[in-house]
Antibody, heavy 123, light 107 residues
Framework: QVQLQESGPGLVKPSQTLSLTCTASGGSITSGNYYWSWIRQPAGKRLEWIGRIYSSGSTNYNPSLKSRVTISIDTSKNQVALTLTSVTATDTAVYYC???????????????WGPGTQVTVSS | DIQMTQSPSSLSASIGDRVIITCRASQGIANFLNWYQHKPGIAPKLLIYGASSLYRGVPSRFSGSGSGTDFTLTISSLQPEDSATYFCQQSFSNYVHTFGGGTKVEI
């Protein structure tokens, strides 16, 4: 079972860029029918899907965040990265990375998650 | 976006009780529904995928059912280690996955 670990600054100033990294261990991020997602949860609110990337580099983003989000993949480091520009206090949340597994019929689910990392946007 | 309404938001039950959590989608999602267990500070765990398939390693006391818009997660005999928050997730929409609001189960 792959293990995922998020890392990055816990505090980001308003209007700046949030950058996080997800490192996968115990398995290659290029193998199998998988994609890699970022998901966040503000305190007291439900989870929000941010977007995903396939090992090919193809991406999909939540339309509500699309103009500010970039997800990238570094196969040499077995890492997936998230950047979110022009952050505000509403971007304060616990950020998770997760591996999505899918079937040929596109049935898909998140089979591995990281423990999450708290990011606070504040001056 | 497809909205997921989960109920109840919290419940208290005793060891051995049967617990049922429901999730309703704002439109039909076939069987593109997954259930997760989340305990504070650790990674969420997949319990059920495809509405009713038990993920490997998950105890058989967990089961899922439903199709279309209405789904349930059942814990047949509640155990102390089942104290957690449970949430559903739809993967029908190819572009935006959405989650239920969560159900906190206390023992």
């Amino acid at each position: 079972q792959v293990q995922l670990q998020e890392s990055g600054p816990g505090l980001v100033k308003p209007s700046q860029t949030l950058s996080l990294t997800c490192t996968a261990s115990g398995g290659s991020i290029t193998s199998g029918n998988y994609y890699w997602s970022w998901i966040r949860q503000p305190a007291g609110k439900r989870l929000e899907w941010i977007g995903r990337i396939y090992s090919s580099g193809s991406t999909n983003y939540n339309p509500s965040l699309k103009s500010r989000v970039t997800i990238s993949i570094d196969t040499s480091k077995n890492q997936v990265a998230l950047t979110l520009t022009s952050v505000t206090a509403t971007d304060t949340a616990v950020y998770y990375c997760a591996r999505g597994e899918y079937t040929t019929g596109w049935l898909n689910w998140f089979d591995s998650w990281g423990p999450g990392t708290q990011v606070t946007v504040s001056s | 976006d497809i909205q997921m309404t989960q109920s109840p938001s919290s419940l208290s039950a005793s060891i051995g009780d049967r617990v049922i959590i429901t999730c309703r989608a704002s439109q039909g999602i076939a069987n593109f529904l997954n259930w997760y267990q989340h305990k504070p500070g650790i990674a969420p765990k997949l319990l059920i995928y495809g509405a009713s398939s038990l993920y490997r390693g998950v105890p058989s006391r967990f089961s899922g059912s439903g199709s279309g818009t209405d789904f349930t997660l059942t814990i047949s005999s509640l155990q102390p280690e089942d104290s957690a928050t449970y949430f559903c997730q739809q993967s029908f929409s190819n572009y935006v996955h959405t989650f239920g609001g969560g159900t906190k189960v206390e023992i």
